[in-house]
Nanobody, 119 residues
C-alpha cells in the first residue's frame, strides 16, 4: 500500500513564504509524475505544479514566478516552495503521485494540507 504524507502547511501573511513537502512510502519501484493541486473555498480542485521523473515542470499561470516545484527521486519526495504568497493562494493543497509503479501502476493522493494567507 502506498501512502503520501504531506507537511508544511499553515498560516502566513501576504508576501510570505511556505515550503510544502510530500513523501511517498510503500513498496514503490518508481513514480512517473509528482505534483501539487489545490482547492480553494467554493472552488474546484486545480493544478498548481507538476514535475516528471526527469525533472520537467509545469505550472499554473497564477503561480509562475512565485512557486517552485522540485523532487528527490531517491526519497520519493516532492517539494513546493511558495514565495510571495497572496490571499488567493489560500486553499487545501493536495500532493499527487501519478503513475506509481508497485506490482501495478496507480495514481495516489495525499490527505491535503491547509495553506492560509491572511494578515
Amino acid at each position: 500500500q502506498v501512502q503520501l504524507v504531506e507537511s508544511g502547511g499553515g498560516l502566513v501573511q501576504p508576501g510570505g513564504s511556505l515550503r510544502l513537502s510530500c513523501a511517498a512510502s510503500g513498496n514503490i519501484f518508481s513514480i512517473n509524475t509528482m505534483g501539487w493541486y489545490r482547492q480553494g473555498p467554493g472552488k474546484q480542485r486545480e493544478l498548481v505544479a507538476t514535475i516528471s521523473r526527469g525533472g520537467s515542470t509545469d505550472y499554473a499561470d497564477s503561480v509562475k514566478g512565485r512557486f517552485a516545484i522540485s523532487r528527490d527521486n531517491a526519497k520519493n519526495t516532492v517539494y513546493l516552495q511558495m514565495n510571495s504568497l497572496k490571499p488567493e493562494d489560500t486553499a487545501v493543497y493536495y500532493c499527487a503521485a501519478l503513475g506509481v509503479r508497485t506490482w501495478s501502476t496507480k495514481d495516489y493522493w495525499g490527505q491535503g494540507t491547509q495553506v492560509t494567507v491572511s494578515s
